[in-house]
Nanobody, 122 residues
């Protein structure tokens, strides 16, 4: 069992930045690929970014590539999402998820956090 707790959400202006954190507890954090998903108002949950167990490999949705950076600190059992150049369309609830392997499919994740809300004003 892995417990995930997100933090760092809030209100930002367009063009601004936020940094999300996801703290993990339970089974070996370093064994899991970590993912960020988001769900905007009236939208389906969508893939944002993923990072390999070692942190060497990262993947991004086209909509955030070049603006968001995913990273992890296995010593702190934490994964981060640095969000720069925020846009109004980034407004969503952001969730971290863990899986033994990479997947863009939210239905295939093993563990989820409770989410943190990000609102970007124009």
């Amino acid at each position: 069992q892995v417990q995930l707790v997100e933090s760092g959400g809030g209100l930002a202006q367009a063009g601004g930045s936020l940094r999300l954190s996801c703290a993990a507890s339970g089974r070996a954090f370093s064994n899991y690929f970590m993912h960020w998903f988001r769900q905007g108002p009236g939208k389906e949950r969508e893939f944002v970014a993923a990072i390999s167990t070692s942190g060497v490999s990262t993947l991004y949705a086209d909509s955030v590539k070049g603006r968001f950076t995913i990273s992890r600190d296995n010593a702190k059992n934490t994964v981060y999402l640095q969000m720069n150049s925020l846009k109004a369309e980034d407004t969503a609830d952001y969730y971290c998820a863990a899986r033994r392997g990479y997947s863009r499919d939210y239905g295939r994740q093993d563990y989820w956090g409770q989410g943190t809300q990000v609102t970007v004003s124009r």
